[in-house]
């Protein structure tokens, strides 16, 4: 399956975004997802994720109670909704899907992975 992530962009401290992953496939709706980060010189690191259903969500400390990851498996399509974002939250956010959620917080649990999008958080 083919990931295509969106919605990236220029934000003040304290403002929201909501990214897009589309999904080339049905099948999509048979996979967990889940979101990864990528700042400049740091290695990439788990925000979200959420298991094929929707019923079960997971997130990383720094993002509780500010990011909701979703889905919508009638429309192929998974979503981060960000708020309160910080500038630390600058970076290259990627989708990825995979058929297990054991390790989910390592990128090596994924088998698609989508291009990246840029969100920059100024202050």
């Known amino acids: 399956v083919q990931l295509q992530a969106f919605g990236g962009g220029l934000v003040q401290a304290g403002g929201s975004l909501r990214l897009s992953c589309a999904a080339s496939e049905r099948t999509f709706s048979t996979y967990n997802m889940a979101w990864f980060h990528q700042a400049p010189g740091k290695e990439r690191e788990f925000v979200a994720a959420?298991?094929?259903?929707?019923?079960?969500?997971y997130y990383a400390d720094s993002v509780k109670g500010r990011f909701t990851i979703s889905r919508d498996n009638a429309k192929n399509t998974g979503y981060l909704q960000m708020n309160s974002l910080k500038p630390e939250d600058t970076a290259v956010y990627y989708c990825?899907?995979?058929?297990?959620?054991?390790?989910?917080?390592?990128?090596?649990?994924?088998?698609?992975w989508g291009q990246g999008t840029q969100v920059t958080v100024s202050s």
């Open positions: 959420i298991n094929w259903s929707g019923r079960d969500t």
């Open positions: 990825a899907a995979g058929t297990t959620l054991v390790g989910f917080t390592q990128p090596k649990t994924y088998n698609y």
